[in-house]
């Protein structure tokens, strides 16, 4: 990132953990459009050479337009991350460098809270899945989504999320990180040519996502070490199992966490309570890992001995 110490934070706003961002300013320093973007499968899995293009032709079709419709920021005071952190003297970081230095802040005020973890939601937590190489084009819906609910379809073009125009994938997640945690969401988009306006509304938790690859949250993915081997077909057939269910045995090197939550050597984990789980012992901790934070309980069903048992743990980090 440079000369972190110098950059106004309040400008250049964006979702530090990714490993690419582009903004696009006017000369007084008005911001078109960010691109950027990635998922937790690849680094690259949501931006595209051609994909940068395309916002930049979108972005020179505004500026031939005098279009005036920025996008806000959050501050109109400069904010040096040296006032929070107390970075100094020309140091270099790495972007989720500075997000780990601003959490810790907001962790040592007591400020923090879990609204702080999921950031910069991508569009498909409302449903819409945007093109790669057109990024505020909807290449898909997702069935029974807010946004399908919304009356949004496949071939929309997206022209602006809450007040924020949509050039790119990073413009639509950075308007979901300003939409409210509950409540209604106001979404503009062209159809035939035709400009259109819905109300997306937004349930319980929306924004929820995997944070697995955010090296900023490192401090709050579970050490979940529960492990060993898969039981075989003929095993799970043996406990009215079918082929595909998750059961795996305890092995006989147990770690002191798997220790202290009860769990013994060869106790059977057959999954979460509530949940038929048709996965291995290895897409289970990745899920543990994927959908829960350092701090949550979790109910863990398992076989004693032939004899059914649950053990509640509480997950820590490394």
């Not at 100094?88 to 609204?115: A, F, P, T």
């Not at 209604?184 to 159809?191: D, N, P, Q, T």
Request: with cysteine; glycine share 6%.
């Amino acid at each position: 990132m440079g000369r972190v110490d110098l950059s106004d934070l309040n400008l250049f706003e964006f979702d530090y953990d990714l490993t690419f961002m582009v903004f696009f300013l006017n000369t007084h320093e008005k911001i078109y459009a960010r691109y950027g973007a990635r998922d937790a499968t690849d680094a690259d899995a949501r931006q595209s050479l051609e994909g940068l293009r395309y916002t930049m032709q979108s972005v020179l079709q505004a500026h031939k337009n005098h279009s005036t419709d920025f996008a806000p920021l959050s501050s109109s005071k400069p904010f040096f991350v040296r006032e929070e952190t107390g970075v100094q003297g020309g140091h270099c970081l790495h972007c989720h460098q500075v997000k780990e230095r601003i959490n810790r802040k907001i962790v040592s005020d007591g400020d923090w809270s879990r609204d702080h973890v999921y950031r910069y939601p991508l569009p498909d937590n409302i449903g819409v899945i945007l093109d790669v190489d057109r990024g505020n084009m909807v290449e898909k819906i997702i069935s029974d989504s807010p946004a399908q609910k919304a009356g949004i379809h496949a071939g929309d073009r997206l022209a602006k999320i809450g007040t924020i125009s949509v050039h790119s994938i990073a413009d639509a997640s950075f308007a979901l990180d300003k939409a409210p945690l509950q409540g209604s969401l106001s979404v503009e988009y062209y159809r035939d040519g035709k400009l259109s306006k819905t109300n997306v509304l937004l349930g319980e938790n929306w924004k929820k996502s995997d944070i697995s690859w955010r090296p900023s949250m490192r401090f709050l993915k579970p050490n979940f070490a529960v492990y060993g081997p898969d039981l075989t077909s003929q095993e799970k057939a043996k406990l009215n199992l079918g082929a595909t269910r998750l059961a795996f045995r305890q092995s006989d090197q147990i770690s002191e966490f798997a220790k202290t939550s009860g769990l013994k050597p060869n106790d059977i984990i057959l999954g979460l309570e509530g949940q038929k789980m048709h996965m291995d012992v290895d897409q289970f901790v990745r899920k543990i890992q994927r959908e829960y934070l350092v701090g949550d309980t979790i109910t863990v069903e398992i076989l004693r001995d032939n004899k059914p048992m649950r053990l509640t743990l509480v997950l820590k980090g490394r």
